[in-house]
C-alpha cells in the first residue's frame, strides 16, 4: 500500500484545503498515476490514524476538507482510475485517547476500503492485548456503519516477545472467520515513539510461512 506521508508541520490542514500546496501534490499525483500505468492498481491512503491524538493531523477538524483535496487532485490527474482509497482509523480499544473514527469519516466518494490500524505493544498496557480485544468492537463499528466497504487489517503487529508466534496464529484465524475482511498487513517495524519492537523474530516467521500454506490466502496461490 503507498502512503504519501509527507505532509510536515509546516503544511497545515487548512492551507492544503485551500489549495496552498497544490503543486507538490499534482507532482506526486502525476507520479501515481505514472506507477499505474506501469505497474497496475494499488492501495492508497495519507494522514493515517486521524482519530488518534499523536500526529498533527489527527483529531483535527480539517482533515476531512483536506483528505477530499487531495483525493480531488489525484483525480484531476487521472491517478485515481489506479488508486484505491484506503481510510485507515486506529482501532481505540487498545488506544484509550482516540476518537470515534466517525468523527473523521471522509464520506463515501473518498473511501474505496476501510483499513483498521493497531499494534500489541509490550511497552504500552492499554495495548497489550489479544487481536480480537485490540480491534473487534472497531470491527463491528465499521461493518454496522459501512456495510458496503470492504474492509483491511492495514497496519497490525506484535511486539517481539516469547508468545508472538501464537499471538500470529490466534489473529490470522481469526481473520479468517471476519465477513468483509479483505486483506491484512503485518508491519513489520519499530514504534520509534514508544521503543517497541515488533519485528518478526525467527519463529515467527517461520510461524508465518506456515499460516500462508492455507489455500485462504491469496500468498498460498
Same mark, same amino acid.
Given at each position: 500500500?503507498?502512503?504519501?506521508?509527507?505532509?510536515?508541520?509546516?503544511?497545515?490542514?487548512?492551507?492544503?484545503?485551500?489549495?496552498?500546496?497544490?503543486?507538490?501534490?499534482v507532482t506526486h499525483a502525476k507520479g501515481a498515476a505514472e506507477f499505474?500505468?506501469?505497474?497496475?492498481?494499488?492501495?492508497?491512503?495519507?494522514?493515517e490514524e486521524s482519530n488518534g491524538n499523536w500526529y498533527y493531523w489527527g483529531q483535527n477538524s480539517k482533515f476531512i476538507p483536506a483528505w477530499r483535496h487531495i483525493w480531488q487532485i489525484f483525480e484531476d490527474q487521472g491517478a485515481n482510475q489506479y488508486a484505491t482509497w484506503v481510510w485507515e482509523p486506529v482501532c481505540r480499544e487498545g488506544f484509550p485517547n482516540a476518537m470515534n473514527a466517525e468523527h473523521f469519516y471522509r464520506g463515501d466518494q473518498y473511501v474505496d476500503w476501510i483499513g483498521l490500524s493497531f499494534m500489541a505493544m509490550r511497552s504500552y498496557t492499554p495495548s497489550d492485548g489479544t487481536f480480537d480485544?485490540?480491534?473487534?468492537?472497531?470491527?463491528?463499528?465499521?461493518? =454496522?456503519q459501512h456495510p458496503q466497504k470492504p474492509l483491511m487489517q492495514a497496519e497490525?503487529?506484535?511486539?517481539?516477545?516469547?508468545?508472538?508466534?501464537?499471538?500470529?496464529?490466534d489473529a490470522y484465524k481469526s481473520i479468517k472467520t471476519m465477513p468483509g475482511m479483505k486483506a491484512a498487513i503485518y508491519y513489520d517495524n519499530v514504534t520509534q515513539s514508544l521503543n517497541d519492537d515488533h519485528?518478526?523474530?525467527?519463529?515467527?516467521?517461520?510461524?508465518? =510461512?506456515?499460516?500462508?500454506?492455507?489455500?485462504?490466502?491469496?500468498?498460498?496461490?
Open positions: 500500500m503507498i502512503k504519501l506521508n509527507y505532509v510536515p508541520h509546516s503544511m497545515q490542514l487548512e492551507d492544503i484545503a485551500k489549495g496552498k500546496h497544490d503543486r507538490r501534490l499505474g500505468k506501469q505497474y497496475g492498481g494499488f492501495f492508497m491512503t495519507t494522514m480485544g485490540l480491534m473487534s468492537k472497531t470491527y463491528e463499528q465499521m461493518r =454496522k497490525f503487529g506484535k511486539s517481539r516477545t516469547w508468545d508472538q508466534p501464537r499471538w500470529l496464529i519485528t518478526l523474530s525467527e519463529k515467527s516467521l517461520q510461524t508465518m =510461512k506456515e499460516i500462508f500454506k492455507d489455500p485462504y490466502w491469496i500468498m498460498a496461490k
